[in-house]
């Protein structure tokens, strides 16, 4: 992965591939101003992309989103780090206003040097947080870089539909859909699991061995988990795995519902069949 535009349309193509794939929520709203500026951000909309009250949640996440980093890691941020060779710290005082972008695109989301872009129809699954990490941590390497954005999201707006990283993973385990987080494969492509995955593999080195040693490895060169952890990958990776099995989620109602709705859907549910299609693939 790479901290230029290409690279981050790469990272998250699945998690816009699904969103993409649903129907806009929110009506085209005529007559709105094509910007909302506030101290810390400044919002632009593509004609149509979001109604008023659709706007002021989008600006109410990222408010919330950016506080809750600011009073936990202003120290180990680098915002808008991209492709710059800039590292500034998080300071409020000094930071010019994150640019977000928001459009109407069946695309993708992405983040770089220049700030965010959303597309409107994935603001209700909270990309706009993921994004927002994306921007503020800068760049690393899969599936470090996927696993924080998708954890630290996780954190800030709860998962989504009551089915955790962990939870969906070990379904994921359980259907034998996971296959490696294998950095040279993640490179070529991530699916809905493999975030998932790098979610809770994060949670777990993030709790096992804590933010500063996290990010050691974060900031560090690729795959030297040895030198963050002193274990090598394939151990963390057996460790992770255990440590999935110990948390017994499989006795669970929300293990139950995630795992009948990534194997049948939602179709024998009556769902439409826009959210029908996402949720086939078991995505968030
Ligand atoms: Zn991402």
Request: proline letters at 5%; hydrophobic letters at 40%.
């Amino acid at each position: 992965m790479s901290g230029i535009r290409a690279g981050r349309v790469a990272l998250c193509a699945l998690m816009v591939h699904a969103a993409g794939c649903r129907l806009a929520p929110e009506a085209p709203p005529p007559g709105l101003p094509s910007e909302l500026r506030t101290e810390r951000f400044h919002l632009r909309f593509e004609e149509g992309s979001l109604d008023a009250g659709a706007r002021a949640a989008l600006l109410a996440e990222l408010e919330r989103s950016l506080a809750a980093v600011e009073a936990d890691f202003s120290d180990v941020t680098r915002p808008g780090s991209f492709g710059t060779g800039r590292a500034p710290a998080l300071d409020g005082a000094r930071l010019e206003p994150i640019q977000v972008r928001v459009v109407l695109s069946a695309g993708r989301c992405f983040t770089d040097a220049r700030g965010i872009e959303l597309v409107a129809s994935h603001r209700e699954r909270h990309h706009a947080t993921h994004e927002l990490i994306h921007y503020l941590f800068g760049p690393s390497w899969h599936p470090v870089d996927e696993g924080l954005a998708c954890y630290l999201t996780e954190r800030l707006c709860g998962p989504i539909k009551q089915a955790g990283a962990d939870l969906r993973t070990v379904v994921a385990l359980d259907l034998e859909r996971f296959r490696s987080l294998i950095p040279e494969r993640l490179d070529r492509q991530m699916s809905r699991v493999d975030y998932d995955a790098a979610a809770s593999f994060v949670k777990y080195l993030i709790e096992t061995f804590g933010w500063a040693r996290f990010f050691d490895l974060y900031r560090g060169v690729k795959r030297n988990y040895h030198g963050a952890f002193g274990r090598s990958e394939q151990e963390l990776f057996s460790a992770w795995r255990e440590r999935l099995g110990r948390l017994d989620l499989r006795r669970t109602r929300a293990y139950y519902r995630f795992r009948a709705r990534s194997t049948i859907g939602l179709q024998e549910a009556g769902a439409p069949p826009s959210q029908r299609r996402a949720e086939g693939e078991a995505v968030d």
